[in-house]
């Protein structure tokens, strides 16, 4: 006899910035590779020089602090500002020398925020215990 199992939901994943914990429902990682051109003599495209940039994280979800969730507000706007190196874990992988980039959050009335936090990395790597 055999049984299938279907996932339907997955638990939020918590991340956190600056002391606020962003119960992240949703993740995107975007990396691409920039490319200098030059048009040579007879017209084609030369590469003259080649470089990944920094890999852009996007962590959507919501923060729950039940004293201050907009609090989150004024630490990210702080990080952006300063340009504040940090690090920060999701799922296994650890992603160094970030930045922050963006952030949203939305207070719909409710016990918590709606956030989104857009950072750039420089590395990522598999986290030895995970």
Same mark, same amino acid.
């Given at each position: 006899?055999?049984?299938? *199992?279907?996932?339907?939901?997955? #638990?939020?994943? %918590?991340?956190?910035? $600056?002391?606020? *914990? +962003?119960?992240? #429902? $949703?993740?995107?990682?975007?990396?691409?590779?920039?490319? $200098?051109?030059?048009? &040579?003599?007879?017209?084609?495209?030369?590469?003259?020089?080649? /470089? %990944?940039?920094?890999?852009?994280?996007? /962590?959507?979800?919501?923060?729950?602090?039940? &004293?201050?969730?907009?609090?989150?507000?004024?630490?990210?706007?702080?990080?952006?500002?300063?340009?504040?190196?940090?690090?920060?874990?999701?799922?296994?992988?650890?992603?160094?020398?970030?930045?922050?980039?963006? /952030?949203?959050?939305?207070?719909?009335? #409710?016990?918590?925020?709606?956030?989104?936090?857009?950072? +750039?990395?420089?590395?990522?790597?598999?986290?030895?215990?995970?």
């Amino acid at each position: 006899m055999s049984s299938v *199992t279907e996932l339907t939901k997955r #638990e939020a994943v %918590p991340v956190v910035f $600056s002391g606020y *914990t +962003l119960w992240c #429902e $949703s993740f995107r990682a975007e990396e691409t590779r920039a490319v $200098s051109e030059k048009a &040579t003599v007879d017209g084609k495209g030369l590469v003259t020089n080649s /470089f %990944p940039k920094l890999m852009k994280l996007t /962590f959507c979800g919501r923060i729950c602090d039940e &004293t201050a969730p907009l609090g989150f507000v004024t630490a990210a706007s702080g990080m952006l500002r300063n340009g504040t190196v940090f690090a920060v874990s999701y799922r296994g992988l650890s992603f160094t020398g970030c930045r922050v980039q963006s /952030f949203k959050a939305e207070d719909k009335s #409710e016990a918590f925020i709606y956030a989104e936090i857009s950072v +750039l990395s420089s590395s990522v790597s598999e986290e030895e215990n995970a």
